[in-house]
C-alpha cells in the first residue's frame, strides 16, 4: 500500500478532558487491549473502541495528531455543528474540519480521557482497506502511560506513578510543544543529536528528517559507501508534494545494529516513526514525561522486513534491482552516458516512481545517480516493454544541484 502521514495540526482547543479531570487525577485505567500485527509494518496501530450507545468505531493511535477525530459520517449522532477548523494532512494537503462537542469514547469499559471537542472528516481517504472511523490523538493519549509491545501486538496502559519500579530498557525524557501539545524527544541518530516529534502516524518511516538534514545525511552515506548501492525513491503525494525515502541495509543506534533501516525527508519536523518504535517493546509515559526503549523484535526486521517491502509491489521488486544492475553493467563496460570508462569512485542511484501502473508492463523508472565529490545529478530512464523483454536505456542527462540540465547524452 502507498505509505501516508496523517498529523493533523490544529489550535489547542482540545486538552480539557470529558471523561476525567486533568492530570491532577489519574483517568481509569483500560484493560489491556490488541491491535493488529501489521502496526508499525506500514499500517498504523488500529484499535476498536466503541460509543455510549455501544456503536464500535475502528480508530488510528496517533501521537502526532493533536486531538481526536470523526468521520463525517458519524455528524448526525453529534448534535449541533460549534464551528470549522483548519487542518492539514501532509500528504493530502488541508481541510476545513467541522468541530463537534466530543461524545465519550470508550475502550472496553473504560471511558478514556479526550478533550471537550472532536473534529470531523472524511476520513476514507486515510485507507481503502479499513474502515478508519477515527483518529486518537494526544488529547486523550497524554493522560495514559501506554506500552506498546509489538512482538505480542498488544497496548497496555500503566499505572504512570509506579511504571519507573518495572525494567522498561532505556529512558529517554520527553517535551511537550507550546502550540499543539505533541510529544518530543531529543535523542542521538546518525551521529548528531537532534529534536524528533514521537509519531506513531508516520507508518513509512523509521526516522524522517528536515529537507536540509536529510540532504546532509543522504550526502554523507553516499560519500561513505563503496560498492554498495543506496536505493531510495521519491513519491508525489496525492496534495502534489514530493517525498523522498532511502533504505539503508543498517544504522547503529545505541551501539546496536537498525537493519533494513528507511530514512524520509519531513518538510515540517523532524520525526520519530512507527517503523522506529515497532523495533522496541515501547513505553511511552505522558505523565511522567518519559519513554522507554527496550530492544525486541529484531528478526522480523533482519529477515522479513526487508527491501522487498520498502520497493512495495512485485514489479518494481524485480525491476529496479535488475535496472541498477544494468546500470552497473553499463558502467563497468564504459557504456553509461556521462561516466568515463575507467572512472573510479563511489555512486549511489535512487529511483522516482512513475505515473504508469507498477503492477504492468510497460514500465520506466527514472534513476538519479551521484559520483562522490561531484554535486551534479545524472539522471538515466530505463524501460522495460514486456515482461520478459531485455532492459534499456531510454534516455540520459545531467543536471546541476539545483536541477538545471547541463548536458543531454546520447544513449547506446
Same mark, same amino acid.
Given at each position: 500500500?502507498?505509505?501516508?502521514? +496523517? ?26 487491549? +490488541?491491535? $493488529?500485527?501489521?502496526? =508499525? ?32 459520517? *458519524?455528524? !448526525? ?9 483548519? +487542518?492539514?494532512? &501532509? ?12 461524545? %465519550? ?30 483518529? /486518537? ?20 496502559? /500503566?499505572?504512570? #506513578? ?22 518530543? @524527544?531529543?535523542? $542521538? *541518530? ?15 518511516? #523509521? ?28 513519491? %508525489? ?11 539503508? &541495509?543498517?544504522?547503529?543506534? $545505541? ?11 519531513? !518538510? ?15 513505553? /511511552? ?7 522507554? *526503549? ?14 522487498? $517491502? ?10 529496479? !534491482?535488475? +535496472? ?11 557504456? /553509461? &552516458? ?35 565529490? #561531484? ?19 531510454? %534516455?540520459?542527462?545531467?543536471? #546541476?544541484?539545483? =536541477?538545471? @540540465?547541463?548536458?543531454?547524452? !546520447?544513449? &547506446?
Amino acid at each position: 500500500m502507498k505509505i501516508i502521514r +496523517a498529523i493533523i495540526a490544529s489550535a489547542c482547543l482540545m486538552f480539557l478532558c470529558s471523561c476525567a479531570t486533568r492530570d491532577s487525577v489519574r483517568p481509569s485505567l483500560p484493560a489491556e487491549t +490488541a491491535f $493488529n500485527k501489521d502496526a =508499525g509494518r506500514g499500517q498504523w496501530i488500529y484499535v476498536m473502541l466503541h460509543l455510549e450507545n455501544g456503536k464500535e468505531l475502528l480508530f488510528i493511535a496517533d501521537t502526532g495528531t493533536t486531538g481526536a477525530v470523526l468521520d463525517k459520517s *458519524l455528524e !448526525p449522532i453529534l448534535g449541533k455543528r460549534l464551528g470549522t477548523r483548519k +487542518a492539514n494532512y &501532509p500528504f493530502y494537503g488541508k481541510v476545513t474540519a467541522n468541530v463537534y462537542k466530543a461524545p %465519550k469514547l470508550y475502550l472496553g469499559s473504560t471511558c478514556l480521557a479526550t478533550g471537550n471537542r472532536i473534529l470531523t472528516d472524511d476520513l476514507s481517504r486515510l485507507s481503502s482497506d479499513r474502515p478508519i472511523m477515527g483518529i /486518537l490523538g494526544m488529547d486523550c493519549l497524554r493522560h495514559y502511560c501506554i506500552q506498546l509491545d509489538f512482538t505480542a501486538s498488544k497496548i497496555r496502559f /500503566l499505572d504512570p #506513578d509506579h511504571s519507573e519500579n518495572e525494567n522498561l530498557g532505556e529512558k529517554f525524557l520527553l517535551t511537550y510543544t507550546y502550540f499543539d501539545g505533541l510529544t518530543l @524527544i531529543h535523542m $542521538n *541518530l546518525f551521529g548528531q543529536s537532534n529534536t524528533y516529534l514521537v509519531d506513531t502516524g508516520d507508518t513509512g518511516d #523509521d526516522v524522517a528528517l528536515k529537507p536540509k538534514l536529510f540532504e546532509q545525511e543522504l550526502r554523507k552515506s553516499q560519500e561513505q559507501t563503496s560498492s554498495q548501492f543506496i536505493f531510495s525513491r521519491q513519491i %508525489k503525494t496525492p496534495a502534489g508534494v514530493l517525498v523522498h525515502e532511502v533504505f539503508f &541495509p543498517g544504522i547503529v543506534f $545505541n551501539g546496536e545494529d537498525c537493519t533494513n533501516f528507511i530514512l524520509g525527508d519531513s !518538510p515540517g519536523r523532524n520525526l520519530l516513526g512507527l517503523r522506529f518504535l515497532s523495533r522496541h517493546l515501547t513505553t /511511552l509515559n505522558f505523565p511522567k514525561r518519559t519513554m522507554y *526503549l527496550q530492544r525486541s523484535n529484531v528478526e522480523s526486521f533482519a529477515d522479513k522486513d526487508n527491501i522487498t $517491502n520498502f520497493l512495495g509491489n512485485t514489479l518494481d521488486y524485480i525491476f529496479v !534491482p535488475e +535496472a541498477v544492475k544494468f546500470l552497473s553493467h553499463l558502467k563497468e563496460q564504459g557504456q /553509461l &552516458p556521462g561516466w568515463l570508462k575507467d572512472e573510479r569512485g563511489e555512486v549511489s542511484i535512487f529511483w522516482t516512481q512513475g505515473e504508469d501502473s507498477p503492477e504492468v508492463c510497460p514500465i520506466s523508472r527514472t534513476f538519479i545517480a551521484t559520483k562522490k565529490g #561531484d554535486v551534479s545529478k545524472y539522471h538515466y530512464v530505463v524501460v522495460q516493454t514486456s515482461k520478459n523483454s531485455a532492459l534499456k536505456l531510454q %534516455k540520459a542527462w545531467r543536471t #546541476d544541484a539545483s =536541477g538545471h @540540465i547541463l548536458n543531454e547524452y !546520447p544513449v &547506446p
